[in-house]
Nanobody, 129 residues
Framework: QLQLVESGGGLVQPGGSLRLSCVAS????????IGWFRQAPGKEREGVSC????????TYMGPAKGRFTISRDNAKNTVYLQMNSLNAEDTAVYYC??????????????????????WGQGTQVTVSS
């Protein structure tokens, strides 16, 4: 059974850093684009950053540019999101999601449309002093 499990969330002070991990099981993640998404209370889910199956194409949405870094280790079936310079607006539940890499633009489409076939349960990130 295909499963995505996020970890690494928590409470961090403004300006701090967190690294989120998404471990995939039940499928070979190397065939899937993986994305990170978030949803804050009262807001719609939005794409944060997405990465192609091989890791060579990375997409960063507005709030993530210059602060977040996405990476993947297909040998470990794991995708990471390094988040730096966090602020209160980054407070949200962060989800990872997977989509079969059908074309070179799959990762970008995931982030732009906030759409994927498989989703994890999410991990809470709270930025507060």
């Amino acid at each position: 059974q295909l499963q995505l499990v996020e970890s690494g969330g928590g409470l961090v002070q403004p300006g701090g850093s967190l690294r989120l991990s998404c471990v995939a099981s039940g499928f070979t993640s190397g065939y899937y684009a993986i994305g990170w998404f978030r949803q804050a209370p009262g807001k719609e889910r939005e794409g944060v950053s997405c990465i192609s199956s091989s890791g060579d194409i990375k997409t960063y949405m507005g709030p993530a540019k210059g602060r977040f870094t996405i990476s993947r280790d297909n040998a470990k079936n794991t995708v990471y999101l390094q988040m730096n310079s966090l602020n209160a607006e980054d407070t949200a539940v962060y989800y990872c999601a997977a989509e079969v890499q059908r074309r070179p633009t799959t990762a970008q489409e995931m982030c732009l449309l906030s759409r994927a076939s498989y989703w994890g349960q999410g991990t809470q990130v709270t930025v507060s002093s």
